[in-house]
C-alpha cells in the first residue's frame, strides 16, 4: 500500500478566525483566484471540493468521489515550515522568529567574518527576483554575498555560481545555520544560487538548497521505524532537514513534481510519497499573480486524472495545503487560513468536517499503516 501526500503549497481555504492578528482578515486564495480568473476545477470539484465549508466558487457534485473537508492550523505562524511539521504532529510553542528590518549588524559582521569575506549587499526583506536585479551586478563586482530575508523565518543567500562557486555558497549557509540558533533561530538558511548577466540575471532553483532546523521525532520517524519507505519529492526533505526519509526526489516545477509522484505510483515498495508543488507559492502567491496561479491549479486539475488512474485498490491520495498565499490579496507575504483536505481510498466518501488541527492527517497516515502515534493529531478513520 502506498500512501501519497500531496501539499498544494498556499492553496488556502479562507480565513481562520484569528486571522486578523495575522492581518488577513478576508483571505481567501482558492475562491479570490477562481472569481479573479474565471478558472474550471471540474477534477478537484470531482472530489468534494466545493462542498467544504466556505468554498463558494466550485459547483458541488450529488455523490463526491473522495472524502473532503478543511483544517484549522494549531501552529502560531502561517509560513512552510510552521504548517508542515504540524502536518507531522509537531506543535510549536512559539513562532519562529522573522526579521522584518533585516538581521543585526552584528550578528552579519560575525557571519563575515567566519565565511572570509569583507562583507554583505541588501538585508532586508525583499523578493529573490528583485534581489539579483538589484544587487547582482555589485555582487560580480564585489563577490559580496546578496543577503535577504521575507516575512517567512528565513536568511536567503544569493550568489552567481561564476562569481561563487556552489559548494562555497552551500558552505557559507552551513555557517549561518550554525549561527542563527537561539535568540537568532530561524526555520530555514536558503542557498540561491543564480547566474547570468546584468539586466537578465536568473535563479538556478533546482540547484536551490534549505538549510532547516532539525524537527523533533514526528510520524514520519514512526512509519520509517515501521519499515516502510518514505520518499520526500520536491522541496519536502529539505523542511525535515530530511529527517524521517528513506529517499529524496529533487523536482524543478509542479509539473515535473507531479511527474515524479506519478512515476513513483508505479514502483514496487509500500509507505508514504510525501509531495510538495511549491510553484502556487513562489511563483504566482507571493508576486500576487492570479493568473498564473490560476494556471497552476488548472495543471493539477487536469493532471489529476492520471494520479487517480495509478492508484492501486489498496492505494491513498491525500492533497492538502500548508497555509494560504491569497494572490489578489495586499502585500506580498502568506495568509492565514484553512488547509484544503481532499482524500481518495477505498471507501472513502463523505464530509470530513472542519479538523482542529493540521496534525490529523499524519496520526491519520500512521493509522492506515497499522502503526502506533502517541502524538498530536486524531486520525481521520
Request: hydrophobic share 40%; charged share 25%.
Amino acid at each position: 500500500m502506498k500512501v501519497v501526500a500531496l501539499v498544494l503549497d498556499s492553496v488556502g481555504l479562507g480565513y481562520l478566525p484569528d486571522a486578523p492578528l495575522f492581518g488577513d482578515e478576508g483571505a481567501d486564495t482558492l475562491d479570490h483566484t477562481v472569481l479573479k480568473t474565471g478558472i474550471a476545477l471540474p477534477h478537484l470539484a470531482e472530489l468534494g471540493l466545493g462542498w467544504v465549508p466556505g468554498v463558494h466558487t466550485l459547483p458541488r457534485p450529488k455523490e463526491p468521489k473522495g472524502a473532503f473537508g478543511r483544517m484549522r492550523e494549531v501552529n502560531p505562524g502561517k509560513d512552510t515550515t510552521t504548517g508542515h511539521w504540524e502536518f507531522v504532529g509537531i506543535y510549536l510553542e512559539k513562532p519562529f522568529r522573522t526579521y522584518p528590518e533585516g538581521f543585526p549588524e552584528e550578528l552579519l559582521r560575525a557571519w563575515a567574518e567566519r565565511i572570509g569575506v569583507g562583507g554583505w549587499l541588501l538585508n532586508r526583506p525583499y523578493s529573490g527576483t528583485e534581489a539579483i536585479r538589484d544587487y547582482g551586478e555589485a555582487h560580480l563586482r564585489t563577490g559580496y554575498p546578496i543577503v535577504y530575508t521575507s516575512a517567512d523565518s528565513v536568511f536567503q543567500v544569493a550568489a552567481h555560481v561564476e562569481r561563487v562557486p556552489l559548494e562555497t555558497l552551500y558552505g557559507w549557509c552551513r555557517v549561518a545555520r550554525e549561527m542563527l540558533l537561539g535568540e537568532h533561530q530561524v526555520a530555514r538558511v536558503i542557498a540561491r544560487p543564480f547566474a547570468g548577466e546584468p539586466g537578465a540575471f536568473y535563479r538556478l532553483e533546482h540547484l536551490r538548497k534549505d538549510f532547516a532546523l532539525e524537527p523533533p521525532r514526528n510520524v514520519l520517524d514512526v512509519l520509517k521505524e515501521g519499515g516502510l519507505e518514505v520518499v520526500g519529492v520536491g522541496k519536502i526533505p529539505d523542511i525535515y532537514a530530511g529527517r524521517g526519509f528513506t529517499r529524496e526526489v529533487k523536482t524543478k516545477d509542479n509539473r515535473d513534481g507531479l511527474e515524479k509522484t506519478l512515476a513513483l505510483l508505479g514502483e514496487a515498495f509500500s509507505g508514504l510519497v510525501f509531495a510538495n508543488l511549491v510553484d502556487f507559492d513562489a511563483k504566482y502567491g507571493h508576486r500576487r499573480n492570479p493568473e498564473g496561479y490560476g494556471r497552476a491549479l488548472l495543471e493539477v486539475d487536469q493532471f489529476l486524472p492520471r494520479l487517480l488512474s495509478a492508484l492501486s485498490p489498496e492505494d491513498h491520495l491525500f492533497l492538502v495545503s500548508d497555509h494560504g498565499n491569497d494572490p489578489t490579496f495586499f502585500g506580498t507575504d502568506h495568509t492565514r487560513e484553512y488547509g484544503m483536505l481532499l482524500w481518495v481510498g477505498p471507501g472513502v466518501r463523505g464530509d470530513l468536517g472542519t479538523r482542529e488541527s493540521f496534525a490529523d492527517l499524519g496520526a491519520t497516515w500512521a493509522r492506515l499503516f497499522g502503526l502506533a502515534w502517541e502524538g498530536p493529531g486524531k486520525s481521520l478513520l
